[in-house]
């Protein structure tokens, strides 16, 4: 499959329900830029990541994924390119961080042996045997953001990914994303916090 180059919104228009969230918004992101989605609590970022990851769909408008030939399948692109890490952590409180990590990796196509490297690089390594439910809010992320590079996919939509994180853990991440994007990654993340990189930020209003 042609590597994504260019994530292009057009015109997207989302509701939900009866209710609109926002309208006619447009951007782009290339291969190698961070862009920070801003706006107030309910103005439709993270429905906006989902729309962009294809869980909901646009009223109107076109989200489309470019690569150096043209316009790329959008439904193999998601299935195979794209990262959405959400509020909501999704881990199974019962497993451990390990059979947790290991699980999470192989079902975004990486193996056990990425899963635990990566959990080295987020420093999990001691937490590997306990229960998922023993974590921190933290320490829970950290073990969500871990599929990010033991699976690797070019695109990264991220829903306030530094909330629960302490100040060295927001650094170290960032010097992840960084990399991401030095290899040619694409971050489309939902703040309210400033990311710990360079982002182009696109204001949305409800």
């Known amino acids: 499959m042609t590597a994504l180059e260019r994530l292009e919104v057009a015109a997207v228009t989302l509701q939900r329900g009866a ?22 609590n309910g103005a439709g970022k993270t429905s906006l990541l989902r729309a962009i990851a294809g869980f909901t769909r646009p009223v109107s408008g076109q989200i489309r994924f470019l690569g150096a030939d043209g316009e790329l399948d959008a439904d193999a692109t998601r299935r195979e390119e794209c990262h959405l890490v ?13 059979e ?19 959990a080295r690089r987020l420093g999990l390594e001691r937490l590997l045997d306990l229960p998922v439910r023993h974590l921190s809010a933290g320490q829970r992320r950290r073990v969500v953001l871990v599929r990010l590079i033991a699976a690797p996919r070019r695109l990264w939509l991220l829903d306030e990914p530094l909330t629960p994180l302490d100040a060295d853990s927001r650094a170290h991440f960032g010097e992840i994303m960084s990399a991401h994007l030095a290899g040619g990654g694409v971050i489309v993340a939902a703040v309210h ?8 930020t696109v204001a949305i209003s409800g």
């Open 19 to 40: 209710r609109a969230l926002l309208g006619g918004l447009s951007f782009d992101a290339v291969a190698g830029e961070a862009v920070a989605i801003t706006g107030a």
């Open 86 to 98: 959400g509020h909501a952590d999704g881990l199974a409180v019962g497993r451990t961080v390990r």
């Open 100 to 118: 947790e990590l290991v699980f999470a990796v192989r079902w975004t196509g990486g193996d056990a042996t990425a899963a635990i490297d990566g």
């Open 193 to 200: 916090d400033p990311l710990p990189i360079s982002a182009r």
